[in-house]
């Protein structure tokens, strides 16, 4: 199967400061992979790579399409939810037109069921409609932008750290809809995560970034069992 | 004290010429609110470019030279045009500094306010003119007050204006847009909006909102290249009275300052009366910043950390 997201040699910079250094990696269609890390190893950088928000050399495929020149909204309309750090929220705005940005891209008339199908996975957002999305907890925004990614319909999902700052019961319930989105409907997860043993239960596959390279990278169990990963980032 | 003296049907015939100048404040405002929220920038040409397009209508409906069109036809294709320069001004002036600090932009915006100046006085000559009002100025009578209908058009215009951009704003998707691309840039464009537009859309509809009020103003005073410069300032007090970032505080504001203004230059005409007006302006904008520089809808932040 082709991959659906393919990076090539990614590099980019802040200033003097390297962030990403020949980062390659690929996704195939329906499938999950986790970027672990620690701070700063250049996991946010390349969703942000992704979604052309940072000067980055390099090439990135995404459904055949060479994305790396498209401007971020151009990429979002080819079907790449993108969920950044902060979740995005806009929090002036209603739970309902965050919601209804989601869809902004497409015709409204297949609305009303996508919002069924959100207030099926997220039952409390339904509760929240007319509320500035600024005065939800932390993982009621962060359900909300998700369910404002589905509403995008995306082929791809990227998700940078949805964990931080969250329950770990909410962080347990936003990761089973996570992997029953993949399951059910075959949508592809690119997630960040600094908490590796959530990561990889959920994604099949795991790339390992250290200062902007990729060190390991393989299938999820493989990289459970292999020792250096072991002892860096799952703490056993 | 003076105010006791006065009969209540003087003091409400003040108030409603007032709502009338302050329907002319509130909607340059309201342009200078719409931009700045969308990009953190306050747009000092924003009166220059409603004399522009003030200037444009009287070609229109006046000038021998022009075509000589009947008002209301002039007033809609002034307001497209002006929209369609508000959005070219966006795309050419401000959207390569985009990024750039807000005194760089800032500093585009003034030198634009006197580009647009001289241009205005290049093209058609810097004497004053008449502008032809849409509406009569004979006087009404309702129970003890007298007003214009000129007074009333103006806030009914003012009223329409505000009709349409709540509409606008609410219930089209790309109302959504714009307020979406005001919160939040970058969350927008990874949802697909098309930030770049948004804004230049914010520009044009601020754009129309100062030709609304040049033509609103021009009828009042005379058509000259300078004629927005003190109701800019005005709509500045206005527009920190209601709060920057507030478009229904601008309203509120511009009609309050309209009456207040009314009512202190008639009953305190040594200190506020004729040309003593501008300082009451400078006043309001002064003791808001001083004691609630929020302004009276302004944001105060809702969030849960």
Redesign the interface.
């Given at each position: 199967m082709a991959a659906l997201l393919e990076l090539e040699q990614v590099s980019a910079r802040y200033g003097p400061i390297r962030a990403l250094h020949d980062v390659s990696f690929s996704l195939e269609e329906g499938s999950t992979l986790a970027l672990l890390g620690a701070n700063g190893a250049g996991k946010t950088t390349t969703l942000r790579a992704i979604s052309n928000l940072v000067r980055k050399t390099g090439e990135i495929t995404f459904a055949g399409n060479r994305i790396s020149h498209r401007p971020a909204e151009g990429i979002a309309r080819l079907g790449v939810a993108h969920v950044p750090q902060g979740r995005g929220i806009l929090g002036e705005l209603t739970v309902e037109e965050n919601l209804r940005l989601g869809a902004y891209t497409r015709r409204e008339r297949s609305l009303v069921s996508d919002l069924e199908g959100v207030y099926a996975h997220f039952p409390r957002l339904e509760e929240r409609l007319g509320q500035p999305a600024g005065t939800l907890s932390g993982g009621e925004q962060q359900m909300l932008a998700l369910g404002r990614a589905l509403l995008q319909r995306p082929r791809l999902l990227m998700l940078d750290e949805p964990s931080l700052g969250l329950a770990p019961l909410v962080v347990r319930e936003i990761f089973g809809v996570l992997g029953r989105l993949n399951r059910e409907e075959g949508l592809a997860v690119l997630v960040v995560e600094q908490d590796a043993t959530v990561a990889l239960r959920t994604c099949a596959y795991a790339c390992v970034l250290e200062v902007g390279r990729v060190v390991v990278s393989g299938p999820s169990d493989e990289l459970r069992e292999d020792e250096s990963v072991r002892r860096a980032y799952l703490g056993y | 004290m003076v105010l006791l003296a006065a009969s209540w049907s003087d003091v409400a015939q003040q108030v409603v010429s007032g709502l009338a100048t302050g329907s002319i404040y509130a909607s340059l405002a309201l342009g200078i609110v719409i931009i700045y929220r969308s990009t953190g920038v306050i747009n000092f040409a924003q009166g220059e470019m409603a004399t522009f397009s003030t200037f444009i209508a009287w070609w229109l409906i006046e000038d021998p030279n022009g075509p000589e069109w009947p008002f209301w036809g002039a007033f809609v294709v002034t307001l497209v045009v002006s929209f369609a320069g508000g959005v070219l001004v966006e795309r050419v002036l401000i959207r390569p500094v985009e990024g750039a600090p807000v005194l760089t932009i800032v500093m585009i915006t003034l030198g634009l306010a006197i580009a647009l100046n001289g241009l205005v006085s290049w093209i058609w000559g810097a004497e004053t003119r008449s502008f032809p009002g849409a509406f009569s100025t004979r006087p009404v009578h309702v129970v003890s007050v007298t007003f214009s209908i000129q007074d009333a058009g103006f806030v009914a215009i003012l009223l329409a204006a505000v009709a349409c951009l709540y509409v606008f704003f609410r219930y089209t998707?790309t109302g959504?847009?714009l307020?979406?691309a005001a919160?939040?840039r970058?969350?927008?464009?990874?949802?697909?909006?098309?930030?770049g537009w948004m804004l230049a859309l914010g520009w044009g509809i601020a754009a129309m909102l100062g030709a609304l009020s040049g033509i609103m103003t021009a009828p009042t005073a005379f058509l000259d290249p300078n004629m927005m410069q003190g109701v800019l300032l005005y709509a500045f007090a206005a527009a920190v009275l209601g709060g920057l970032d507030s478009p229904i505080g601008a309203v509120v504001g511009g009609l309050v300052l309209g009456v207040l203004l009314n009512l202190l230059g008639t009953y305190v005409p040594h200190w506020f009366g004729g040309q003593m007006r501008l300082v009451g302006g400078l006043l309001v904008i002064f003791t808001v910043l001083l004691v609630r520089p929020q302004g009276l809808f302004g944001?105060v932040?809702?969030?849960?950390v």
């Open positions: - | 998707k959504l847009g307020r979406a919160a939040g970058e969350a927008s464009r990874l949802l697909g909006v098309r930030v944001r932040a809702v969030r849960r």
